[in-house]
């Protein structure tokens, strides 16, 4: 079965993730269609969401103007993965920690926007990331910080003592892009080796 994959496309780097989340499904064996989210009605046939970075309250806005922020919500209370990057995490988190960004309240987490500092301050790191056997080259660009987590939310990766890389329930969030490197395995870890979510199995020839 070809699983459908949405990166919500109102802003940021929707070409980088959707060939990102190609590579991931091939390196595990599954065939992915990638749709771009421009408006609503697409979401809800997606087995995966992507949220990429850009500005999060331009993001957050047009999100809702839209229609496409309710769909995600449902999305994720169905059990079904997303993963947000950068910006996509402070529209994910529960406490953008600025009044103009309405969040969607997907993951338990208080955020800083553009913590590491602007545009000429970005930086790439190996990054140990739980699940993952090899460190990941983490691209660090105006990241937001994660201030705090909830009891329930998994810390996947931290740089300095703080936390990059959370997982809560189906939605995994990091301040980086992973998109922005030809390593397809943070992809892989939200959508393909999440044991919190079950996706639709390949049919067997005979069915």
Not at 82 to 100: M, S
């Given at each position: 079965?070809?699983?459908?994959a949405?990166v919500?496309g109102?802003?940021?780097?929707?070409?980088e993730?959707?060939?990102?989340?190609?590579?991931?499904?091939e390196a595990?064996g599954?065939?992915?269609?990638v749709?771009?989210?421009?408006?609503?009605?697409l979401?809800?046939?997606?087995?995966?969401l992507?949220?990429?970075?850009?500005?999060?309250t331009?993001?957050?806005r047009?999100l809702?103007d839209?229609?496409?922020?309710?769909?995600?919500?449902?999305?994720?209370?169905a059990?079904?993965?997303?993963?947000?990057?950068?910006?996509?995490l402070?529209?994910?988190?529960t406490d953008?920690?600025?009044?103009r960004?309405r969040?969607?309240?997907?993951?338990?987490?208080?955020?800083e926007?553009?913590?590491?500092g602007?545009q000429?301050?970005?930086?790439?790191?190996?990054?140990?990331?739980?699940?993952?056997?090899?460190?990941?080259p983490a691209v660090?660009?105006r990241?937001?910080?994660?201030?705090?987590?909830g009891?329930g939310?998994?810390?996947l990766a931290e740089?300095?003592?703080?936390?990059?890389?959370?997982?809560d329930?189906p939605v995994?969030?990091t301040?980086f892009?992973?998109?922005?490197?030809?390593?397809?395995r943070?992809h892989?870890?939200?959508?393909f080796?999440?044991?919190g979510?079950t996706?639709?199995?390949?049919?067997?020839?005979?069915q």
């Amino acid at each position: 079965m070809t699983l459908k994959a949405g990166v919500v496309g109102v802003q940021g780097d929707v070409s980088e993730h959707a060939e990102a989340v190609r590579r991931a499904g091939e390196a595990h064996g599954r065939e992915t269609e990638v749709v771009e989210i421009r408006d609503s009605g697409l979401a809800p046939e997606c087995d995966l969401l992507v949220l990429p970075g850009g500005e999060s309250t331009t993001i957050s806005r047009l999100l809702r103007d839209e229609g496409i922020a309710a769909e995600i919500v449902a999305h994720v209370e169905a059990g079904k993965p997303v993963l947000a990057t950068c910006a996509g995490l402070i529209v994910a988190a529960t406490d953008a920690g600025d009044d103009r960004v309405r969040t969607l309240d997907l993951v338990d987490a208080t955020v800083e926007r553009n913590a590491f500092g602007r545009q000429k301050d970005s930086f790439e790191a190996p990054l140990a990331v739980e699940g993952l056997d090899e460190p990941f080259p983490a691209v660090f660009i105006r990241a937001p910080l994660i201030d705090a987590v909830g009891e329930g939310v998994e810390v996947l990766a931290e740089w300095d003592g703080r936390p990059v890389a959370i997982r809560d329930g189906p939605v995994v969030a990091t301040s980086f892009h992973p998109e922005l490197t030809p390593d397809s395995r943070i992809h892989g870890l939200a959508f393909f080796e999440n044991d919190g979510v079950t996706l639709p199995e390949r049919p067997t020839p005979d069915q």
